[in-house]
């Protein structure tokens, strides 16, 4: 059985002074509903909330707090980088690797996401490694070439002990705080391409324990719609993880 995982990637938003509450919020949520134990939380603060984030949620089943990117560093003199080392260090046990934005704007290859994944298991953080493509590239129904670029030049160096530990999730570009979902047909066709194409490098064992998560204006109106599609396993939530009750939602939107 794969893991069930809702993350919320809160990107650049959120005070301190309005971080806290909203953590609050959706913990006093989820312990008002028995049958979410068995999905993984994840909760992906800004950095400088880690390690409180982590004091305050490391007592609950199944709750987890993650960094949103990390260095391809390992550490000195790279003024404002923050190295996985670190992260561990406060707490965190997931690190969110190669997301679009940071592919967009800070020009991050394949190579760079590459290091960070190596980084990343080397200081035991599992990397929630994003993939997807841009509105051109689905336009030229070259959605799957560019995706299986993205995995095999970031992560098809690892061992298989190493390739099982990895989170994918599967984020077209055009999706991204868009309000335009892909179609669940969209999603369980790309899922499906990622695991046929995991398994042609590492077995179907590996590829059928990978869990692969949508990330795209998923939402408390469609979440349990793509949740059912057997290939999705979960959610990378942005703006519907910055509302306790929204993401909370989501989080129970899984088929029983
Ligand atoms: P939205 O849910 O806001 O579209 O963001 C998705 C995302 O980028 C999560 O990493």
């Known amino acids: 059985m794969r893991k069930k995982i809702v993350a919320g990637n809160w990107k650049m938003n ?25 999905v993984l939380k994840i909760i992906a603060p800004p950095y400088p909330y ?31 980088e923050v190295s996985a080392a670190m992260i561990k260090s406060v707490g965190a046990q997931y690190v969110i690797l190669g997301h679009s934005e940071r592919r967009q704007y800070f020009n991050e290859s394949e190579q760079d996401i590459m290091k960070k994944v190596d980084l990343a298991l080397k200081h035991d953080l599992i990397p929630i490694v994003c993939t997807g493509e841009n509105s051109q590239s689905r336009k030229e129904n070259r959605q799957f070439e560019i995706v299986s670029k993205q995995l095999s030049e970031s992560l098809f160096h690892l061992s ?29 066709e790309m899922h499906h391409s990622i695991r ?38 979960g959610g990378l939530i942005g703006g519907a993880s910055l509302k306790a009750e929204d993401f909370s939602n989501i989080i129970r939107s899984f088929p029983s």
């Open 14 to 38: 959120k005070t301190y002074p309005e971080a806290i509450p909203l953590l609050y919020g959706i913990k006093d949520n989820l312990f008002r509903s028995q049958n979410v134990a068995g």
């Open 50 to 80: 880690l390690h409180d984030f982590y004091e305050s949620t490391k007592g609950i089943k199944n709750f987890y707090v993650a960094a949103q990117n990390c260095s391809s560093e390992e550490s000195g003199a790279f003024t404002g």
């Open 160 to 188: 298989p002990e190493q390739f099982a530990k990895i989170i994918i999730a599967y984020e077209p570009i055009w999706a991204i705080g868009t309000g335009l979902t892909a179609t669940t047909a969209q999603v369980q």
């Open 196 to 233: 046929s194409f995991i398994e042609t490098k590492y077995g179907s064992d590996i590829a059928g324990g990978v869990s692969i998560l949508y990330g795209g204006s998923c939402n408390v109106s469609n979440s349990a719609e793509l949740f059912s599609c057997s290939d999705v396993d």
